[in-house]
């Protein structure tokens, strides 16, 4: 779960709140250099979280949202993050992601599985949508497991 930084110390992932426009998106998952204070977006969420801010619009008003909300990445790590304490490890933290994960890839292909029996093309493409972040956030997690162990 955790990448090196450009300084050489460990980045941790964790969910932030960002700012657009006069919208606070609460629960984006980003990476933190605790020795050099950088940070960089989580990069399965980075096309997802352009969308969902080009489709946010100017809003007229200061309000919260959550990324959990249109962001399957986002709400895994949330789930997790509740779950697991501020002591786990980061092999605890990848197991119980990876664990995390299975079990919603899982119960999304049973509900694509309906979908497609009852032919709902709008559901079906959220559903593809859903499992191609999944699947992207797997890339990621096998990418900092080959990092970490050079």
Same mark, same amino acid.
Request: proline share 2%; charged share 25%.
């Given at each position: 779960?955790?990448?090196?930084?450009?300084?050489?110390?460990?980045?941790?992932l964790?969910?932030?709140?960002?700012?657009a426009?006069?919208?606070?998106?609460?629960?984006v998952?980003?990476?933190?250099?605790?020795?050099? #204070?950088?940070?960089?977006?989580?990069?399965p969420?980075? #096309?997802?979280?352009?969308?969902?801010?080009?489709?946010?619009?100017?809003e007229?008003?200061?309000?919260k949202?959550?990324?959990?909300?249109?962001?399957?990445i986002?709400?895994?790590?949330?789930?997790?993050?509740?779950?697991?304490?501020?002591?786990?490890?980061?092999?605890d933290?990848?197991?119980?992601?990876?664990?995390?994960?299975?079990?919603?890839?899982n119960?999304?292909?049973?509900?694509?599985q309906?979908?497609?029996s009852?032919?709902?093309s709008?559901?079906?493409?959220d559903?593809?949508?859903?499992?191609s972040?999944?699947?992207?956030?797997?890339v990621?997690?096998d990418?900092?497991?080959?990092?970490s162990?050079?």
């Amino acid at each position: 779960m955790d990448t090196q930084c450009h300084c050489g110390q460990w980045m941790r992932l964790e969910l932030r709140t960002i700012l657009a426009g006069k919208v606070q998106i609460l629960h984006v998952p980003m990476r933190a250099c605790e020795a050099c #204070s950088a940070y960089h977006l989580f990069p399965p969420v980075k #096309s997802v979280l352009t969308d969902y801010v080009r489709d946010l619009g100017k809003e007229s008003s200061k309000k919260k949202r959550s990324f959990t909300e249109v962001n399957e990445i986002s709400q895994i790590i949330y789930d997790v993050f509740l779950q697991e304490t501020y002591e786990s490890s980061s092999a605890d933290m990848e197991n119980a992601m990876k664990a995390a994960i299975k079990d919603r890839i899982n119960l999304l292909l049973d509900l694509f599985q309906h979908a497609e029996s009852i032919q709902d093309s709008i559901w079906l493409e959220d559903l593809r949508q859903r499992l191609s972040q999944l699947s992207s956030l797997l890339v990621e997690l096998d990418r900092d497991k080959v990092h970490s162990h050079k």
